[in-house]
């Protein structure tokens, strides 16, 4: 089956898909020996000879998924400019090339999964599967019943409106109050813009569960590898389900 080359190299883990676009460019991808510089270009993995820099490109027969504790401090990218610690040099070699599903940020932490299964990847985190995930939040301030309803009704973002699938006040401490949220899209640093505009700043993010897959007690930096009904509870489509507060506990 042919697809676009982009696509090819960022499900196979060379890079992302926009990164796949810069070397097609620069004329570092061949065909059949042919070098391709036209974005829309297509081939086909199975039938095709597909080298970037002269290294053969091919399909990965055997599926990997991991669930990795992200901690902060670590870019979720197969490479970094600024020469930051990645993600994948958390992992040890398992004998096939990962990349991450979706990002957390280099703030942010917990649950993160890899794969070199690019179907996969495009379910869990594409916004029209709406494949929840769930964040424990620690925001600077107390946030009072005001504000926990503009944020449960939703705000106005500069780039469209945000509203939390569900969303519960934890715990407020004299210069802190805890949250867990759950969400269903993948916009740019959408939590932390949220609080910012309720004019509280976002001290710990971290993403305990993807839809009904669980951090659990996994440890900070370490890995599992998924077992094969989690993997086909994740492609299982989800209800949407409503807000709710917790019981609310001061310290």
């Excluded at 060379?14 to 297509?42: C, D, F, H, P, Q």
């Excluded at 942010?108 to 379910?123: I, K, V, W």
Aim: a positive charge.
């Amino acid at each position: 089956m042919e697809e676009r080359l982009q696509k090819i190299l960022a499900r196979s883990g060379v890079a992302s898909r926009r990164k796949a676009e810069e070397m097609i460019r620069e004329g570092r991808v061949s065909v059949n020996s042919e070098i391709v510089r036209e974005l829309g270009s297509k081939a086909d993995i199975e039938r095709d000879e597909i080298r970037v820099d002269g290294k053969l490109i091919c399909a990965e027969e055997t599926k990997v998924y991991v669930m990795l504790n992200k901690p902060r401090g670590y870019v979720t990218a197969l490479s970094d400019p600024q020469k930051r610690p990645l993600v994948i040099h958390l992992l040890p070699e398992l004998g096939v090339r990962l990349f991450p599903v979706g990002r957390l940020d280099y703030d942010s932490e917990g649950l993160l999964l890899l794969t070199n299964d690019g179907g996969f990847a495009q379910r869990v985190q594409h916004p029209r599967y709406r494949i929840s995930k769930t964040y424990r939040v620690k925001i600077s301030g107390r946030l009072n019943a005001a504000e926990f309803n503009r944020l449960q009704k939703g705000l106005e973002l500069e780039d469209g409106k945000f509203a939390p699938d569900e969303v519960a006040l934890e715990e407020i401490n004299p210069k802190s109050s805890w949250l867990t949220m759950k969400i269903s899209e993948g916009r740019n640093r959408v939590i932390r813009r949220a609080f910012e505009q309720l004019g509280h700043e976002v001290l710990r993010l971290i993403r305990t569960a993807v839809a009904d897959l669980h951090l659990g007690n996994l440890r900070e930096g370490d890995y599992r590898l998924l077992k094969g009904w989690e993997v086909q509870q994740l492609l299982t489509p989800r209800k949407r389900s409503g807000s709710k507060i917790l019981p609310e506990k001061e310290k």
